[in-house]
């Protein structure tokens, strides 16, 4: 059983940092890509980051590139997103996932496992 914990959400004034800890427990966790998503109330579940096994392969959601960044340890079991010069619309909770294959998808379709999410409040 797979199971994810996020940790290192919080409350961050605009142009702040946060950065975001995903810990997996199971094995394996070095063949699967991982990915953060977050939704915002009353909207849908939407892509961030993810990426692949070796971390080779990243991808960012337009609205996060350049500001964010995605990176795994694979000796920890460990995925992070480290988030920069937050805006009040980053405001969300964050959900890390682990796909089903090697590779990062940008659809929540192609990922089997989820953490619990992590609240992240940005203040104007």
């Known amino acids: 059983q797979v199971q994810l914990v996020e940790s290192g959400g919080g409350l961050v004034q605009a142009g702040g940092s946060l950065r975001l800890s995903c810990a997996a427990s199971?094995?394996?966790?070095?063949?699967?890509?991982m990915a953060w998503f977050r939704q915002a109330p009353g909207k849908e579940r939407e892509f961030v980051s993810a990426?692949?096994?070796?971390?080779?392969?990243?991808y960012y959601a337009d609205s996060v590139k350049g500001r964010f960044t995605i990176s795994r340890d694979n000796a920890k079991n460990t995925v992070y997103l480290q988030m920069n010069s937050l805006k009040p619309e980053d405001t969300a909770v964050y959900y890390c996932?682990?796909?089903?294959?090697?590779?990062?998808?940008?659809?929540?379709?192609?990922?089997?496992?989820w953490g619990q999410g992590t609240q992240v409040t940005v203040s104007s």
């Open positions: 996932a682990r796909s089903q294959t090697s590779w990062p998808d940008t659809t929540t379709r192609e990922y089997d496992y």
């Open positions: 199971g094995r394996a966790f070095s063949s699967y890509a």
């Open positions: 990426i692949s096994w070796s971390g080779g392969s990243i």
